[in-house]
């Protein structure tokens, strides 16, 4: 069965497809869409990351974008079984070791519901910003995935590479899960070529049902392998069940194992209506 996940409204307003009441929610219309899709049996909810992003970039980035960290730290206490996938956190703008403490940490918060889901990234801009090295950011983060893996389940890690290199430090807490999945973000074939031999999942964006199936059959994944694809529409499962389901089947049809639920909605009521409604169709209740 295909599982289907939250793409949260509220965290990452995004033109053309956040509604309007998304813009004054408070983190208590958060908790709820997170403890009913938690009751309802989604697979995660995301968070994505951006730390500042040029003010031109609003009408095709949007400007919203709560932190992953402090979000997922409160979502944690408010549910019990969801998963909770960063999507993603960009790998030039942290120390391999500096996730591995916060997100261990999470992972720990949590009880073992992290997914961290990474990119190397494309906003010149942020990476000038923060200092961060944009030119080599694909060889730099495939070196960070591989010290990531080392790392974050290990309380006194060690790994050397081309660019990240450590031993004799100590990160406690560390995640308490032994294999914390990594998911590869991107929009191109090289980030499922990074997430075929570095990651165990591809979360891909702006990548369409026909291109993602034609990519993904150049490889030889594994059967656990995840690929978490949007449908090819808003979905509205109150007012078009059957378009729904047809959806969803297309979208596991190009190769989706997981499918993003995004919504035509119009309130948090209108929202948490169309959770049910799909979890109904998708067969998550």
């Given amino acids: 069965m ?14 053309q497809i956040s509604g309007s009441w998304e813009k004054d929610a408070a983190i208590e219309d958060l908790a709820q869409i997170a403890e009913s899709a938690d009751r309802l049996g989604y697979h995660h909810l995301t968070c994505s990351e951006h730390i500042a992003l040029p003010a031109v970039e609003q009408q095709r ?22 998963r909770l996938a960063t999507n993603v956190l960009v790998l030039a703008y942290h120390h391999p070791l500096e996730i591995a403490k916060r997100y261990g940490t999470l992972d720990k918060v949590s009880n073992g519901r992290l997914i961290l889901g990474v990119g190397v990234g494309s906003l010149k801009e942020e990476f000038d910003l923060l200092g961060a090295p944009f030119d080599d950011r694909g060889p730099r983060g495939d070196d960070a995935l591989r010290a990531l893996r080392a790392a974050l389940s290990v309380a006194e890690p060690a790994y050397h590479g081309e660019f990240y290199s450590f031993h004799g430090m100590v990160v406690d807490p560390c995640a308490v899960q032994d294999r914390v999945p990594l998911w590869i973000g991107g ?9 075929a031999t570095l990651a165990d999942g591809w979360a891909p964006f702006n990548v369409g049902l026909q ?7 150049r490889f030889d994944l594994p059967p656990d392998f995840e690929v978490i694809l949007p449908p090819p529409a808003l979905l509205d499962p109150i007012k078009e069940p059957d378009r729904t ?19 035509t909605h119009t ?13 109904e169709l998708g067969g998550t209740t």
Wanted: aromatic share 8%; proline share 4%.
């Fill in 2 to 15: 295909t599982k289907l996940s939250v793409a949260t409204p509220v965290v990452t307003m995004l033109p």
């Fill in 61 to 82: 980035r949007g400007a919203r974008y709560w932190d992953p960290l402090a979000t997922f730290g409160y979502l944690a206490a408010r549910t019990q079984r969801i």
């Fill in 267 to 279: 309130s948090l009521q209108h929202y948490l209506e169309n959770l049910q409604a799909l979890a």
């Fill in 187 to 195: 929009r191109t074939l090289r980030s499922l070529r990074r997430a």
């Fill in 245 to 263: 389901r047809d959806a969803l089947g297309e979208t596991a049809a190009h190769g989706a194992t997981i499918v993003s639920a995004i919504f």
């Fill in 211 to 217: 291109q993602a199936r034609e990519w993904l059959g």
